[in-house]
């Protein structure tokens, strides 16, 4: 007989596997963050606050305080090919509510579209597209194959406030135009996932697998028993750490406006930094992870240099000459680095605390754990800058400071557990050998 084949996993179509992830995670971000680049377009067309701009991301992250952990063990019942284009179908609807929202100005539309997309997205992005890179990059390159995932995502918020800005320029001050484009986009990744989800599919009959996608190994909720502490460590700093960084970016355009008196092309760039930042370091840097390992203590590093970045923008100054673009400046460039660093090694820490059979439920619990940083604390902003001066953007840092502290406190526990427990953290990426 023939010998083996090699595997897809082996080869170069991997990279084009993962650069159809990237273009799926770029589309959910750029919709999915709108009410952040066109935060004061909004308040012009329905007449609503910060405060308002605030309660749509909570609107999407609160169904991921549980969905995604059931998510998750639907993925791990079902399959990973089926959950996905299923639960990027919530996308499409939840885009579409927000397009009729925009038409007939009823913002109550906008904040139900945003829930759906959130049930979608979150499960899409970070769990089922989590399973499948991890499927396709295990053993090999992983931490690598995480950071472009994450990169693109948050380079769809660059993307964003690029596109349907100037959307809205060119189609004179037109928000529905800038959700018609939304809702072509998303449809676009609609139909990336399911060229993803015949690839798999031809992957794995090449590779003789008996079991079909649809018949995994059965999960229940007694796995979650079987997870260790550092697990959940690595779940507590995505939502602190994590969900610190988000919500200070979806707040950073009319902090940089009013706080800094910056104008809007400076706040432009400035909001854009990290992800520039991020693009640039992350490709070399998550190669260079899966090489040495050391994955707490880059984590424990990335907390500290986010520690950094929060506490500049406590100093309370006066903007004379170019002293507040040049603090701007210097925070956001750490803050970008901080990012660059965190994103290709918190993720794949998940696969290698977890079995296999569990990776689903796994990232549904981590994703759950993390959307509840990302439903509440934009609501405790939001009321802290719910008149928009220069002190409330203040008090809003100083917020944002204890939450990274209190994810610093938990990078030093995991660091410190990981240590005294067999360093399979610290670990290097072992290259898987083909067949």
């Known amino acids: 007989m023939d010998k083996k084949q090699v595997s897809w996993h082996q080869t170069s179509l991997r990279w084009l596997f993962l650069a159809m992830t990237c273009i799926f995670q770029v589309g959910c971000c750029l919709c999915s963050?709108?009410?952040?680049?066109?935060?004061?377009?909004?308040?012009?067309?329905?007449?609503?606050?910060?405060?308002?701009?605030?309660?749509?991301?909570?609107?999407?992250?609160?169904?991921n305080v549980i969905f995604?952990?059931?998510?998750?063990?639907?993925?791990?019942?079902?399959?990973?090919?089926?959950?996905?284009?299923?639960?990027?179908?919530?996308?499409?609807?939840?885009?579409?509510?927000?397009?009729?929202?925009?038409?007939?100005?009823?913002?109550?539309?906008?904040?139900?579209?945003?829930?759906?997309?959130?049930?979608?997205?979150?499960?899409?992005?970070?769990?089922a597209q989590s399973s499948i890179v991890s499927k396709w990059f295990?053993?090999?390159?992983?931490?690598l194959a995480f950071g472009l995932k994450l990169t693109f995502t948050r380079l769809g918020s660059v993307l964003?406030?690029?596109?349907?800005?100037?959307?809205?320029?060119?189609f004179n001050d037109s928000f529905q135009s800038c959700m018609m484009i939304c809702c072509i986009i998303i449809l676009i990744v609609w139909g990336v996932s399911f060229i993803q989800i015949e690839m798999d599919k031809i992957s794995d009959f090449r590779d003789g697998q008996i079991k079909k996608d649809e018949e995994q190994s059965n999960v229940s909720l007694s796995d979650i028993k079987q997870f260790k502490l550092d697990f959940y460590l690595v779940s507590l700093t995505c939502v602190l750490s994590y969900s610190a960084f988000i919500v200070l970016q979806q707040n950073s355009l009319q902090m940089f406006k009013i706080r800094y008196q910056l104008q809007d092309q400076e706040?432009?760039?400035?909001?854009?930094?990290?992800?520039?930042?991020?693009?640039?370091?992350?490709?070399?840097?998550?190669?260079?992870?899966?090489?040495?390992?050391?994955?707490?203590?880059i984590i424990l590093v990335s907390g500290v240099l986010l520690l950094i970045s929060t506490s500049l923008y406590c100093v309370e100054l006066n903007c004379i000459n170019d002293?507040?673009?040049?603090?701007?400046?210097?925070a956001q460039s750490i803050s970008g680095l901080s990012f660059a660093i965190f994103a290709p090694v918190i993720w794949p820490c998940i696969p290698l605390c977890i079995k296999?059979?569990?990776q689903g439920t796994g990232f549904g619990v981590v994703t759950s754990i993390q959307n509840i940083g990302l439903a509440l604390l934009p609501l405790i902003v939001g009321s802290i800058i719910q008149d928009e001066t220069q002190q409330s953007y203040v008090q809003m840092m100083q917020f944002i400071r204890m939450v990274t502290i209190l994810g610093t406190l938990c990078n030093i526990t995991l660091y410190m557990y990981d240590k005294s427990h067999g360093k399979k953290l610290s670990a290097k990426q072992t290259k898987q050998k083909s067949n």
Do not use: W
């Open 138 to 143: 295990v053993g090999q390159e992983m931490a």
């Open 356 to 358: 296999a059979n569990a």
């Open 160 to 170: 964003g406030v690029n596109l349907l800005r100037y959307t809205y320029v060119q």
């Open 267 to 297: 706040a432009t760039f400035f909001y854009s930094l990290p992800y520039y930042i991020s693009a640039i370091i992350t490709p070399i840097f998550g190669g260079f992870v899966d090489k040495i390992g050391q994955r707490p203590l």
């Open 68 to 127: 995604p952990f059931f998510g998750g063990i639907i993925i791990d019942k079902i399959g990973i090919r089926t959950s996905l284009v299923s639960f990027a179908a919530f996308l499409v609807f939840g885009q579409a509510l927000c397009y009729y929202g925009s038409l007939i100005l009823n913002y109550n539309y906008l904040k139900i579209g945003m829930m759906l997309m959130g049930m979608g997205g979150e499960i899409c992005m970070s769990v």
């Open 33 to 63: 963050d709108f009410p952040s680049v066109l935060a004061s377009q909004m308040k012009l067309q329905f007449s609503i606050q910060q405060s308002d701009i605030n309660q749509l991301f909570t609107f999407y992250s609160l169904p």
């Open 323 to 330: 002293t507040c673009h040049n603090l701007t400046l210097l």
